[in-house]
């Protein structure tokens, strides 16, 4: 599945109704529901992904997340293929989003990313949808 059919398969999908989970939609995408709160900045970390693109859609609540390119970065923890994850220092700029109910961004394998952040002062409940497109 390319990532613009992952995206329109997600918009057709009711996700405020679905259970925290994980759900297999084909060989080359897969999401998952999560619900938590976010949390303060220096308790998320920077990482990025090998073999797959991000969709991070926010289904109900409102999170930050501070985006990079990857190229220049430092790693913190080297990949780990079995999770699909690399950890990164933190630049000293990095560019800042706030997503809110129904808004989504796309992450690719170049930029590194730091989800799960408060949004404003105070922790807050939030709901996700985290799309895995494989990258071919």
Same mark, same amino acid.
């Given at each position: 599945?390319?990532?613009? @059919? /992952?995206?329109? =398969?997600l918009?057709?999908?009711d996700?405020?109704?679905? /259970?925290?989970g ?10 998952m529901?999560? @619900?938590y709160?976010?949390k ?5 970390r920077?990482?990025?992904?090998k073999?797959?693109? #991000?969709? *991070?859609w926010?289904?109900s ?11 220049g970065?430092t790693?913190?923890? /080297?990949? #780990?293929a079995?999770?699909?994850?690399a950890?990164? *220092? ?5 560019c800042?989003?706030v997503?809110?109910?129904?808004s =989504?961004?796309?992450?690719?394998p170049?930029? /590194? ?8 002062? *105070?922790?807050?409940p939030?709901?996700?949808c985290?799309g895995?497109v494989r990258?071919?």
């Amino acid at each position: 599945m390319t990532l613009e @059919e /992952a995206v329109a =398969y997600l918009k057709e999908e009711d996700l405020a109704t679905m /259970a925290v989970g994980t759900y297999e939609v084909d060989g080359d995408f897969y999401f998952m529901i999560q @619900e938590y709160e976010t949390k303060e900045v220096a308790d998320c970390r920077l990482e990025t992904h090998k073999n797959y693109t #991000d969709i *991070q859609w926010i289904i109900s609540g409102e999170e930050a997340i501070d985006t990079v390119n990857v190229a220049g970065l430092t790693v913190e923890e /080297a990949y #780990d293929a079995d999770r699909d994850v690399a950890f990164w *220092q933190e630049p000293a700029e990095m560019c800042h989003m706030v997503l809110s109910s129904g808004s =989504y961004a796309i992450l690719p394998p170049s930029i /590194a990313h730091k989800p799960g952040m408060r949004a404003g002062s *105070q922790a807050s409940p939030v709901k996700k949808c985290v799309g895995k497109v494989r990258v071919h």
